[in-house]
């Protein structure tokens, strides 16, 4: 790698991680959140009408036994947080799968942040108070900018994918030389590139909005335990890669248009490695049964017999909340 090519690798690399870092300042830079005005009436509506007063069916949530299930500055050790409002088990989750009004994203992330923040019950020892109906609308206006961008990814993420397979058949239609196919992996490749850095600035927004893998601590990148984790991994090591292809493409073209078998087999691999990386991300939207007559459709061409006729799966009803392949009820948020 030439020192031009070291240069822009880096520039891109800073963008990437001045993104990243803004996003993660972003979900941190709050101000202290108010447990009388803030968690108190999310309490109050989701969770008062079990567990208040003496005749509450198991705990009480109106008194100091709350903080029994809060590990002050540990979300994710946190069973009010983790284990009830994130449960992947029906019996666990809180409120209730069939309560309604189902918590917001947004609600439930200020629970957490709360928790990060001591899970203080007196607005005293927080020195919290209650906000201005001025510094609210303006703190509103900021999260509807701050999940703006985030639902974007949903609709960004199509993008990459789309161009770096088209870069990827492209280059391989130009291994032996075929110069109109070769400029189309090309420009394929380095349009395809842009669009996985914006979805993957996008993602980091999308991830607290739907309570997948949010990172708040640079520890958090590694934490397998989120289904996100290989996702966005996934998503962030092909950017990157893909990147570098486009280096190695452009440095390869200046120098001899005719060349570009390295780069070509790069795009290749780039191609085979998004759309992994997007199948992923499918099965975290939609769970794995989306992809049923599919696979119904290669059974009945590796096996015949079968009459592609696919699993039998219990009859759960359309209104049930497909929880168990995502970290939170995607339905409800």
């Not at 968690?39 to 109050?44: A, H």
């Not at 036994?65 to 449960?87: I, Q, W």
């Not at 939207?285 to 079968?306: C, Q, R, S």
Request: charge should be negative; aromatic fraction near 12%; glycine fraction near 8%.
């Amino acid at each position: 790698m030439n020192q031009s090519m070291f240069k822009s690798f880096a520039r891109i690399l800073f963008f990437i991680l001045s993104m990243v870092a803004m996003a993660s300042t972003a979900a941190e830079a709050q101000d202290k959140v108010s447990f009388e005005h803030q968690i108190k009436p999310f309490l109050k509506k989701y969770c008062f009408e079990c567990h208040q007063g003496e005749d509450a069916d198991s705990f009480r949530m109106d008194n100091d036994e709350m903080l029994d299930y809060v590990f002050a500055g540990d979300p994710e050790t946190s069973e009010l947080y983790s284990h009830m409002m994130l449960s992947e088990d029906d019996d666990m989750l809180m409120p209730p799968i069939d309560y309604t009004p189902r918590p917001s994203g947004p609600e439930i992330m200020l629970v957490k942040t709360w928790i990060q923040q001591g899970a203080n019950t007196s607005d005293e020892d927080s020195n919290a108070a209650a906000p201005p109906v001025a510094a609210a609308e303006v703190s509103n206006f900021e999260k509807h900018i701050y999940n703006a961008i985030g639902s974007l990814h949903t609709a960004a993420i199509h993008l990459p994918i789309g161009l770096l397979l088209a870069a990827g058949l492209f280059g391989l239609l130009a291994l032996r030389g075929n110069f109109v196919m070769s400029d189309c992996a090309y420009y394929c490749l380095w349009l395809g590139t842009w669009g996985a850095i914006f979805a993957c600035v996008s993602g980091w927004w999308y991830s607290p909005m739907e309570h997948r893998g949010t990172v708040v601590e640079f520890a958090d990148l590694f934490d397998q335990t989120h289904k996100v984790f290989w996702h966005r991994t996934g998503g962030l090591i092909v950017t990157i890669v893909a990147f570098l292809v486009c280096m190695i493409a452009k440095r390869t073209r200046d120098a001899d248009p005719d060349e570009g078998t390295f780069w070509k087999l790069g795009a290749i691999v780039v191609a085979a490695a998004i759309g992994w990386v997007g199948h992923d991300g499918g099965e975290l939207t939609y769970g794995k049964k989306h992809y049923k007559d599919l696979n119904a459709i290669i059974e009945m061409v590796v096996d015949p017999d079968k009459g592609g006729q696919p699993a039998a799966e219990p009859d759960v009803g359309e209104s049930s909340s497909v929880t168990d392949e995502n970290d939170g009820p995607t339905t409800d948020f």
